[in-house]
């Protein structure tokens, strides 16, 4: 078993910053893909960003050019630098990772973009 701590989320006005952390622990021998999902309410939950262990990365239409996932496979860990912040960013952020074949997800972390 993983276990994925999230840390970073917050209010943050219109065209602001943010950085997501995500630390995972436990089995973590073997993560191939990390990556952060976002889910609003009423809505699926979403890729936002994800990164293979080579540092491959792909991001979803909305926030390419604006978000930047990256890892520390020494920590274990992945970031989200969020920029020029909308309010439609609004969500809760959840850090998701592979291990073999295996999802493992984290408790969600609220971003919440509004002036």
């Known amino acids: 078993q993983a276990q994925l701590v999230e840390s970073g989320g917050g209010l943050v006005q219109p065209g602001g910053s943010l950085t997501l952390s995500c630390v995972a622990s436990g089995s973590t021998s073997g993560i191939s893909r990390m990556g952060w999902y976002r889910q609003a309410p009423g809505k699926q939950r979403e890729l936002v960003a994800s990164?293979?262990?080579?540092?491959?990365?792909n991001y979803g239409d909305s926030v390419r050019g604006r978000f930047t996932i990256s890892r520390d496979n020494a920590k274990n860990a992945v970031y989200l630098q969020m920029n020029s912040l909308k309010p439609e960013d609004t969500a809760v952020y959840y850090c998701n990772i592979v291990v073999f074949v295996r999802n493992y997800w984290g408790q969600g972390t609220q971003v919440t973009v509004s002036s």
């Open positions: 990164i293979t262990s080579g540092g491959v990365t």
